[in-house]
């Protein structure tokens, strides 16, 4: 496996492959892995002759400092789990190497930035979108692979390639979860046994919405959902919202074209964790 800090080594080197007829398959990563992003690994494998992979945790994306200096950092231990998961190239560059200069760029994703993430989240997919535009210039991959967990940051990149006219097809794949039904996520190292236990009532809380959306209304359902979170105590929802899969428009009734997807932000004490699941697949 091959570990890479500048951008210039890497672009010579996809470039060499690419004149060679192979295709490249790209897995973004602030680090601190686990077997979703493994779980990307694979799929970039199986569809792709040559996998990168990159380790670089984005200061522009996020919204307290706090946030950002307690985001675990797991060096050794990711480059050993992708050494073993067959990845060929590691991108691993500082922060100069990514930022030489401010990136004072603003992108406009209209709706699909203005709820949920969006809105809790001020300039986070501005941030997400910098970040990732740079690694699609210095990675010119075929394929790019996200994990559905991320669900609305998926559209937005895909947003994203259209605007800038990036010739890379965004792959999603499916969330992985732990045992309890909890999704896999980075953040979930900074939570103890006992609030992991909690935190996956998350999981189960999506899935009996699930199994019951078409016996209330939209409104009656997010109204329940809330109340079974109330009925914990110990998780702080911030949002659920039922949205359409490639527009994000809200759902009002069970008509709405395509699939329809339900997400929600939680706190397990001071832990903010993500989900979602489909009600229509």
Same mark, same amino acid.
């Given at each position: 496996?091959?570990?890479l800090?500048?951008?210039?080594?890497?672009?010579?080197?996809?470039?060499q492959?690419?004149?060679?007829?192979k295709?490249? &398959?790209?897995?973004? +990563?602030?680090?601190?892995?686990?077997?979703?992003?493994l779980?990307?690994?694979?799929?970039?494998?199986?569809?792709?002759?040559?996998?990168?992979?990159?380790i %670089?945790?984005? !200061?522009?994306? $996020?919204?307290?400092?706090?946030?950002?200096d307690?985001?675990p950092?797991?060096? *050794?231990?990711?480059?050993?789990?992708?050494?073993?998961?067959?990845?060929d =190239?590691?991108?691993?560059?500082?922060?100069?190497?990514?930022? !030489?200069?401010?990136d004072?760029?603003?992108?406009?994703?209209?709706v699909?930035?203005d709820?949920?993430? /969006?809105?809790?989240?001020? &300039?986070?997919?501005?941030?997400?979108?910098?970040?990732?535009?740079?690694?699609f *210039?210095?990675? !010119?991959?075929?394929?790019?692979? %996200? /994990?559905?967990?991320?669900?609305? @940051?998926y559209? =937005?990149?895909?947003?994203?390639?259209?605007?800038?006219?990036y010739?890379?097809?965004?792959?999603?794949?499916?969330?992985?979860?732990?045992?309890?039904?909890?999704?896999m996520s980075?953040?979930?190292?900074?939570l103890?046994?006992k609030?992991?236990?909690?935190?996956?009532?998350?999981?189960?809380?999506?899935?009996?919405?699930?199994?019951?959306?078409? *016996?209330?209304?939209?409104?009656?359902?997010?109204?329940? #959902?809330?109340?079974?979170?109330?009925a914990?105590? +110990?998780l702080?929802?911030?949002? $659920?919202?039922?949205?359409?899969?490639?527009?994000?428009q809200?759902?009002?009734?069970?008509?709405? @074209? /395509?699939?329809?997807?339900?997400? #929600?932000?939680? $706190?397990?004490?001071n832990?903010?964790? =993500? *989900?979602?699941? #489909? $009600?229509?697949?």
């Open positions: 496996m091959l570990i800090e500048s951008k210039k080594d890497l672009q010579e080197r996809v470039f492959l690419k004149a060679k007829g295709t490249i &398959g790209f897995v973004p +990563t602030m680090g601190a892995l686990h077997k979703g992003h779980s990307l690994i694979e799929a970039s494998n199986k569809a792709c002759d040559i996998t990168v992979s990159s %670089f945790v984005n !200061p522009t994306q $996020f919204n307290e400092q706090e946030d950002y307690k985001y950092r797991n060096f *050794d231990t990711d480059i050993k789990m992708l050494e073993e998961a067959e990845c =190239i590691v991108f691993v560059p500082t922060r100069q190497e990514m930022y !030489p200069e401010p004072i760029r603003e992108f406009d994703f209209g699909l930035g709820i949920m993430e /969006g809105a809790h989240r001020p &300039g986070h997919f501005n941030g997400v979108a910098q970040i990732v535009s740079k690694l *210039d210095a990675v !010119p991959c075929d394929k790019a692979f %996200f /994990g559905q967990k991320d669900f609305q @940051q559209v =937005i990149i895909k947003d994203m390639i259209k605007q800038l006219n010739k890379i097809e965004a792959v999603q794949c499916p969330i992985i979860r732990e045992e309890s039904g909890l999704a980075s953040r979930n190292q900074r103890s046994t609030e992991k236990d909690i935190a996956s009532n998350i999981y189960k809380i999506l899935r009996w919405a699930k199994e019951h959306y078409l *016996d209330y209304s939209v409104t009656e359902l997010k109204k329940r #959902v809330e109340e079974q979170f109330k914990i105590g +110990t702080d929802l911030e949002y $659920f919202e039922i949205v359409n899969d490639n527009s994000l809200i759902v009002e009734n069970w008509n709405t @074209q /395509g699939k329809i997807v339900a997400c #929600v932000a939680v $706190f397990c004490g832990v903010r964790l =993500i *989900d979602n699941i #489909v $009600f229509n697949l």
